[in-house]
């Protein structure tokens, strides 16, 4: 199983971003998708996440400004951004959580400029 995320770069203060994460293989049951990230120096934390009810979940600090979503194709989650700010620069990494396993992506780096 590989999570491949993409959709990161370099973005002005005040812009948006989507973030893809694409599962290749095989997962039987996924019980969560999530996104994390982790800026320079920091702990990795949880922005937002989503169970197989889709039902989601969001760190409070981005409430208002991320939207998770599952995407029509299986295993593909989106993360949206809206008004960035300078501290949203972090490696964004996603999840795909079925049983006790995690599985992660490599990550995608989004850069907010000010």
């Known amino acids: 199983v590989q999570l491949q995320a993409s959709g990161g770069g370099l973005v002005q203060a005040g812009g948006s971003v989507r973030l893809s994460c694409v599962v290749y293989?095989?997962?039987?049951?996924?019980?969560?998708m999530a996104w994390y990230r982790q800026a320079p120096g920091l702990q990795r934390e949880l922005v937002a996440e989503?169970?197989?009810?889709?039902?989601?979940t969001y760190r409070d600090s981005v409430k208002g400004r991320v939207t998770i979503a599952k995407g029509n194709a299986k295993n593909t989650v989106y993360l949206k951004i809206d008004n960035l700010k300078p501290e949203d620069t972090a490696v964004y990494h996603c999840?795909?959580?079925?049983?006790?396993?995690?599985?992660w992506g490599q990550g995608t780096l989004v850069t907010v400029s000010s």
């Open positions: 989503i169970t197989s009810d889709s039902t989601t």
């Open positions: 293989g095989s997962i039987n049951i996924m019980d969560r």
């Open positions: 999840l795909a959580q079925s049983g006790p396993r995690d599985y």
